[in-house]
C-alpha cells in the first residue's frame, strides 16, 4: 500500500496514556506478575521472574495489561532502548516500576506497530531532548509521548509492517546475540587465562606445592606467597575540597577512575593548580607507575603515562627490585581483589591497610616478565576479536533501527507476505 494512503495523527488520539490496569474478578491475595526495571529489555522482551499479591503492587506501582505497550521513561534505561509490547502475563495483567510509561493503543492502532513507532529514532530522539530533571535523574514528561505527531497507516498496513519487522528485527537479534555471546565467551576466556597465568604460571608439568590460599591452592615450588608490603610500595592521591576553583584547572595531571580506561593514561579529563597539588602534600605518580583503583570501581589498572597526580581512590606503586609492575598489571586486579573485605552488598571492599597485607603469589622476576609478555600477547589477540564482534553488533544495531525507521515512516515497501 502506498504511504500516500497514510495520515497524520497524534500519539494521544489513538492511544491512552498511563491508563489503570484493569483488575476486574481478581481477589487482592491473588498473585500477579511483577516487574523492576531489569526484567524490561532492549530488545522488545519483558523477563517476568517474580510474582507478588495484588494487594501489595495495586495502589504503589505502575500497572499494565496484555495488548499494552511499556518504554522507561527515566535516564540511562529510555536511552538503552528499554521497552516492549506486552504480552503473555499469566494473568493478564502486572505490576512494576513506576518509571514506566504505558501505551494503551485504541482500536486504530495496531500493538506491535506502536512499539515500533517508540522505538523509532524520531521519537527517541524529540524525548531525550525533551527529557526534564538534572544529573543522572532525566525523565521523558508524559506530554512528549501524548503530543507526538506522526504518519498513521491503515491498519491493515500497520499489521503488516509489524510483521515484517518481528520478522526481520528477529534475524538481526540472533545474529547480536550471537555475537555478544562471542564478547562474553572472549571475556571468560581472557579471565582464566589470566588467573591461571599469575596463580600457576605457564608450565602446567612443573612441580607445585599446595597453599593455604581458596583461590590458589598450589602454586609452582619457587613461588613465594608474600603480603604486598614485602615486595611493593604504592602512595595514594587526595582530592581538593569541591567548589574551590581555583585548586583546579592547571597543569598538573590528576587521575580519577574514570581515567583508568585504557592500558595507559596519557591524559586527565581533570587537572589541579600549584595550589591544588600542593595543598594535599601529594607526591605524583611518575611515568611507568601503575595506577590501581580501590574504592568504588575496584580492581581498575592503567600505567602511567606521564608525571601525575591521583585521587584518594587510585593506589600508585612504584618500581621495585622484587616486582615486575607488567606482571602486576595482571596479578593485582585478581589477587588484591581476593583479599578484599565485603560490604552487605558482596561488593569488594579495599583500604591500604587491607593492600599492604593482601598476599600474592609471587614468582621469580625473570618468570613475572614472561608471564606478563604471555598475558600481554594475548589479551592483544581476544582485544582484537572482541574490538571486532563489538563493532559487528554496533553495526546490527544501527541496521535495526534503521530498519525500524524505514518502515513505520513508510520509506520501503513491507509488502503482504507475512
Keep these: 500500500m502506498s504511504a500516500t494512503a497514510w495520515t497524520t495523527a497524534r500519539l494521544r488520539h489513538h492511544a491512552e496514556l498511563n491508563p489503570r490496569a484493569s483488575t476486574v474478578g481478581m481477589a487482592l491475595d491473588q498473585e500477579v506478575d511483577f516487574m523492576p526495571m531489569e526484567s524490561l529489555a532492549e530488545n522488545g522482551t519483558i523477563d517476568i521472574r517474580e510474582r507478588r499479591p495484588l494487594a501489595d503492587v495495586v495502589s504503589s506501582y505502575s500497572g499494565f495489561n496484555n495488548g499494552d505497550v511499556i518504554y522507561a521513561k527515566v535516564t540511562p534505561c529510555f536511552e538503552n532502548g528499554k521497552a516492549a509490547p506486552v504480552q503473555g502475563l ?13 501505551l494503551r ?6 500493538q506491535r506497530f506502536l512499539y515500533y513507532l517508540i522505538s523509532e529514532d524520531r521519537f527517541r530522539g524529540g524525548a531525550i531532548a525533551a527529557m526534564t530533571g538534572a544529573g543522572g535523574l532525566r525523565r521523558v514528561p508524559d506530554s512528549y509521548a501524548r503530543d ?4 498513521m497507516p491503515p ?4 499489521q503488516r509492517i509489524a510483521e515484517f519487522l518481528d520478522r526481520e528485527t528477529a534475524q538481526i537479534d540472533e545474529l547480536i546475540a550471537k ?19 599469575v596463580t600457576t604460571g605457564l608450565d602446567p608439568g612443573r612441580e607445585r606445592r599446595s597453599t ?7 602454586v609452582p615450588v619457587d613461588w613465594t606467597i608474600e603480603p604486598v608490603r614485602n615486595f611493593a610500595s604504592f602512595r595514594t592521591g587526595w582530592t581538593p575540597p569541591s567548589g574551590q576553583e581555583h585548586f583546579y584547572g592547571g597543569a598538573h595531571s590528576w587521575a580519577n577512575i574514570s581515567d583508568l580506561a585504557e592500558p595507559v593514561v596519557y591524559e586527565t579529563a581533570k587537572t589541579l593548580s600549584d595550589e591544588g597539588a600542593a595543598l594535599g602534600m601529594m607526591e605524583p605518580a611518575e611515568v611507568g607507575d601503575l595506577l590501581f583503583s580501590f574504592k568504588l570501581s575496584v580492581g581498575r589498572v592503567s600505567r602511567a603515562g606521564a608525571r601525575m597526580y591521583t585521587n584518594e581512590a587510585i593506589a600508585a606503586f612504584r618500581p621495585g627490585p622484587r616486582i615486575d609492575l607488567d606482571f602486576a598489571y595482571y596479578a593485582f586486579p585478581i589477587a588484591l581483589l581476593e583479599n578484599a573485605s565485603r560490604n552487605i552488598y558482596g561488593a569488594p571492599l579495599l583500604n591500604a591497610q587491607l593492600i599492604r597485607g593482601a598476599r600474592v603469589p609471587l614468582p621469580p622476576l625473570h618468570e613475572q616478565a614472561r608471564i606478563a609478555a604471555h598475558l600481554h600477547e594475548l589479551t592483544g589477540a581476544i582485544g582484537a576479536a572482541t574490538s571486532t564482534a563489538e563493532e559487528l553488533v554496533r553495526t546490527l544495531r544501527e541496521r535495526r533501527q534503521a530498519l525500524i525507521s524505514a518502515a513505520v515512516t513508510g520509506q520501503i515497501d513491507v509488502g503482504g507476505a507475512s
Design 179 to 197: 555475537h555478544e555471546q562471542l564478547i562474553s565467551t572472549l571475556a571468560e576466556r581472557q579471565q582464566s587465562a589470566t588467573v591461571r597465568a
Design 212 to 218: 593455604n590460599l581458596a583461590w590458589a591452592p598450589e
Design 148 to 151: 507526538f505527531s506522526f504518519s
Design 105 to 110: 493503543p485504541r482500536k486504530t492502532l495496531h
Design 90 to 102: 499469566s494473568t493478564g495483567v502486572a505490576f512494576g516500576t513506576t518509571e514506566v510509561t504505558v
Design 155 to 158: 491498519l491493515v498496513e500497520q
